[in-house]
């Protein structure tokens, strides 16, 4: 069975601080796909990153860096300097090639001002 | 290239009404997929189609609920009587074809079962 597990019910920061996102997530399969999507307060879902499973490379896009690790099956993703507009519900999620998406239960992210 | 559509965005139907929900993928994608978010939670699996053929619904509820995704047209995910229960965000998504692929949602349809 698939699982994705997201601790972090509830984050609060304040603006320009760093922060992690943790996601940690089971599969029998050997191949796989891992994703981070952000639900902002209007409510749409938004498609942040895909990463292979055989693609352990970490990556980085503006402030948004991702941390995969095969080893301890975790798919961290750290926002960096974090800004207001950062304030949204983040899923990760993993897919076994193709078939339907396993979401973890979401971390929401709150940056004050 | 239009993004994924849903509509109606916002749904208000009494117990024992029927819902119907309406999906148009992306240009190009053939695969259409279906989820449900009740509040406060996360996103779980519903059926997963491609044109005229279900391919998974084992997210689907056994009774009432049922989707398609006809050759012509958007996909539809019909709710038969409505409780208050099927009070939640249905999200649509859909990707190209062959596996592996991203999948792209829509804006959602908010169902208020009063």
């Known amino acids: 069975a698939q699982k994705v597990t997201q601790a972090q019910t509830e984050i609060s920061v304040v603006e320009k601080e760093d922060v992690t996102l943790d996601c940690v997530y089971e599969?029998?399969?050997?191949?796989?796909?891992l994703f981070w999507y952000k639900q902002p307060p209007s409510g749409e879902l938004v498609f942040l990153i895909r990463r292979n499973s055989f693609d352990e490379q970490n990556e980085i896009s503006g402030r948004y860096s991702w941390n995969f690790q095969k080893s301890t099956s975790s798919f961290n993703f750290t926002i960096t300097a974090s800004q207001v507009v950062d304030s949204a519900v983040y899923f990760c999620a993993l897919s076994n090639y193709g078939q339907n998406f396993v979401f973890g239960p979401g971390t929401r992210l709150s940056v004050l001002p | 290239n239009a993004g994924v559509m849903q509509n109606p965005r916002h749904l208000v139907r009494r117990r024992g009404q029927e819902a119907r929900l309406r999906c148009s993928p992306m240009k190009g994608h053939s695969h259409v997929y279906w989820y449900r978010q009740l509040p406060e939670e996360g996103l779980k699996f519903m059926v997963y189609l491609q044109k005229e053929n279900i391919i998974d619904e084992s997210g689907m509820p056994k009774e009432r609920f049922s989707a398609e995704f006809p050759k012509e047209g958007p996909s539809i995910l019909r709710i038969q009587q409505v409780v208050r229960g099927d009070s939640a965000a249905y999200f649509c998504?859909?990707?190209?074809?062959?596996?592996?692929?991203?999948?792209?949602f829509g804006p959602g349809t908010r169902l208020l079962v009063l």
């Open positions: 998504a859909s990707s190209p074809p062959g596996t592996s692929e991203t999948q792209y």
């Open positions: 599969t029998r399969d050997t191949t796989y796909y």
